[in-house]
C-alpha cells in the first residue's frame, strides 16, 4: 500500500481522501496495525489506476529455504488420467512452490505399444500446451512429438532427455508391459506467464503477433529505431555507416560486423547486447539430448570429485535454464561440494540411493535425508550439497561408482538478468525498501508525527532477511 501510494505521489492524507479513510488510518493500514481487507483493495483498484493484484504478495511457502516433498506425498496424489477412454497416464505432484513457475510431474506411462509409428492409432496426442517442457526418461518410453503438422516418434531410455516448445502436441507410450516406464516432466512458465501474459491480453493477438520478434538483428534494428523516431539516414550519420548499407542492414539484407554492431548500438543508446538476437537451436520444435552423447565432468575438480555432473536437454533460446544429472560420489561430503545459483532449483533423487541434502539459508545449516523418490524445491541464492550415505567409499556405489544420483532442474525466475542488472544500481538501503517499502517518500514535517516511518517501532515487521544486511538510515540524503 505504502509502495503504491508513493508512486502515485500521495501521502497519508491524500491516500485516506481517495480511499474514505479517516485521519489515521492510512498509518495504520501501511504498519500492520490495522488489516489491509478485500474491501480496501477494491477501493483502491478503482479509484488508483493499478490492479487488485499490484497490493497483493505472493505466498512464501519456503520460509526454510528448501521444501522437500516425500515420495509417500507424490503417491498420495496420484491421478490416472484417461486418453481416449482408458487410461493413459497415471500423474504425481513432485516438490514446487508458490514462489516458482515450474511445475514438476511423476508421469507413467500406461499404454504400451509395440511398435515406434507416430502414426500408431493407439498413441493418444495433447493439444500441447502453453508452458515449456524438460522431460527426463526412466525406462523403455516412446516419446511423440509433433511440429508443423509432421509427427515424429522417438525411442528413449534411462537418461535421455528432451526440452520443447510452448504448443507442440506430443504423447509417450510404453515400450514395455513389464519394466517401470515413466517421466518426469518439468513444465514451467519462464518470463511468459505472469505480466508478459496479462499485458499482452490486453493488446491482443494482431498486436501480440506484431510483437514477435524473430531471432534476427534487423528485427532488433527496425524495432529500436522506431522507437526512437530514428531515420535510418540518421541511425547510418550516428553509426558512421553509408545509409544504403544502414538499409541493407535493417533490411536483413546483410550481415553487420561486431564492430559495426558496436557502432549502430552506440547511435541507439543501447547495449549492444540489445542488437543481439537470440539463437534457437530447436528442430521441429524439441532439443534432444540423448545420454550415450551426452557430456560429463566431475565437480569441483577432476581427483577430489564430490560430483560427477552429466549435462541434460536444454535450448540456447532459455539460457536460464540448466538440466543436470548429478551423481554424488561415495566420497563426497557436504563441504566440498557447495552448489549456488541465481535460479530456482528443482532436485529428484533418482535410481534406488538415498541421498543427504545440505543447505544454508538466512545463516543457519540444515539438513534432510532423501529417499529415492522424494524431491525438494530450493529458493535461489540458497546454497546446498549432497552428501552420500554410504560409508565406506570401496563397497558403496553402482556400477559407474555412483553413490546416488539426482536430476536437477534450475529455471530461471522473474529476477532476470535486467532486474539484476538494476538491483546493482540501486544505492544504500533502496534494496530493503524496494522489498518491503516503509516510508512516505519524503520527510514530512511535524504534523505528521511517525509518518515519515511508521513501522519504525513494530517489531517483526522487518523483512527476515534484514539482519545480514548492513543498512544505514540514507533517508535524508535520498529526499527529493
Ligand atoms: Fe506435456
Given at each position: 500500500m505504502r509502495s503504491a501510494a508513493n508512486d502515485l505521489k500521495r501521502d497519508d492524507a491524500s491516500a485516506e481522501q481517495d480511499l474514505g479513510l479517516p485521519p489515521g488510518a492510512f498509518a495504520d493500514l501501511t504498519s500492520g496495525r490495522r488489516p489491509v481487507d478485500w474491501d480496501l483493495i477494491g477501493k483502491a483498484a478503482a479509484v488508483w489506476p493499478l490492479n487488485e493484484r499490484d497490493l497483493l504478495p505472493i505466498h512464501d511457502d519456503c520460509p526454510d529455504g528448501v521444501r522437500v516433498h516425500r515420495l509417500a506425498d507424490s503417491v498420495a496424489s496420484g491421478r490416472t488420467i484417461n486418453r481416449g477412454g482408458s487410461p493413459y497416464y497415471e500423474y504425481r505432484d513432485t516438490a514446487m512452490s508458490r514462489v516458482a513457475s515450474y511445475r514438476p510431474e511423476w508421469i507413467s506411462m500406461l499404454r504400451v505399444v509395440e511398435?515406434?509409428?507416430?502414426?500408431?492409432?493407439a498413441v493418444e496426442w495433447n493439444r500441447g500446451h502453453l508452458l515449456y517442457q524438460f522431460t527426463y526418461f526412466v525406462g523403455p518410453v516412446n516419446y511423440y512429438y509433433r511440429w508443423e503438422g509432421v509427427s515424429h516418434c522417438v525411442e528413449m531410455n534411462t537418461g535421455d532427455s528432451v526440452w520443447g516448445l510452448p504448443f507442440a502436441p506430443h504423447s509417450f507410450t510404453s515400450r514395455s508391459a513389464t519394466e517401470p516406464a515413466y517421466i518426469l516432466a518439468l513444465t514451467y512458465g519462464g518470463d511468459l506467464l505472469g505480466d508478459a501474459q496479462r499485458e499482452l491480453s490486453v493488446l491482443g493477438p494482431r498486436k501480440a503477433r506484431a510483437l514477435a520478434l524473430p531471432a534476427e538483428q534487423a528485427a532488433l534494428l527496425r524495432s529500436f529505431a522506431e522507437a526512437r523516431l530514428l531515420s535510418t539516414e540518421e541511425l547510418a550519420r550516428r553509426a558512421k555507416l553509408p545509409a544504403p548499407y544502414v538499409a541493407q542492414l535493417c533490411a536483413g539484407e546483410a550481415a553487420a560486423t561486431g564492430d559495426e554492431t558496436a557502432a549502430l548500438a552506440d547511435a541507439l543508446g543501447v547495449a549492444v547486447r540489445e542488437l543481439l538476437p537470440t539463437r534457437i537451436g530447436t528442430e521441429a520444435g524439441v532439443h534432444l539430448a540423448y545420454r550415450a552423447e551426452s557430456r560429463s565432468w566431475e565437480l569441483p575438480e577432476?581427483?577430489?570429485?564430490a560430483y560427477r555432473v552429466t549435462q541434460l536437454a536444454g535450448d540456447p533460446a532459455h539460457p536460464h535454464t540448466t538440466a543436470l544429472e548429478v551423481d554424488v560420489l561415495?566420497?563426497?561430503?557436504a563441504s566440498a561440494g557447495w552448489l549456488s545459483t541465481y535460479q530456482h532449483q528443482y532436485a529428484y533423487v533418482l535410481g534406488e540411493e538415498p541421498v543427504e541434502l545440505h543447505w544454508e539459508h538466512r545463516g543457519e545449516r540444515r539438513r534432510e535425508r532423501l529417499e529415492p523418490g522424494d524431491s525438494a524445491y530450493v529458493l535461489p541464492g540458497t546454497r546446498i550439497a549432497f552428501a552420500a550415505l554410504t560409508a565406506d567409499p570401496n563397497t558403496a556405489g553402482d556400477a559407474d561408482g555412483a553413490a546416488a544420483r539426482v536430476l536437477l532442474l534450475r529455471v530461471g525466475g522473474a529476477t532476470t538478468t535486467d532486474v539484476r542488472f538494476a538491483l546493482a544500481t540501486i544505492p544504500g538501503d533502496g534494496i530493503e525498501r524496494y522489498l518491503d517499502e516503509d516510508r512516505l517518500w519524503f520527510k514530512s514535517d511535524?504534523?505528521?508525527?511517525?509518518?515519515?516511518?511508521?513501522?519504525?517501532?513494530?517489531?517483526?515487521?522487518?523483512?527476515?532477511?534484514?539482519?545480514?544486511s548492513d543498512a544505514t538510515d540514507l533517508e535524508s540524503a535520498r529526499e527529493h
Open positions: 511398435d515406434s509409428d507416430p502414426d500408431n492409432p577432476q581427483g577430489r570429485a561415495p566420497a563426497a561430503d511535524a504534523a505528521q508525527p511517525g509518518a515519515a516511518h511508521p513501522d519504525a517501532a513494530q517489531p517483526g515487521t522487518a523483512h527476515p532477511d534484514a539482519q545480514e
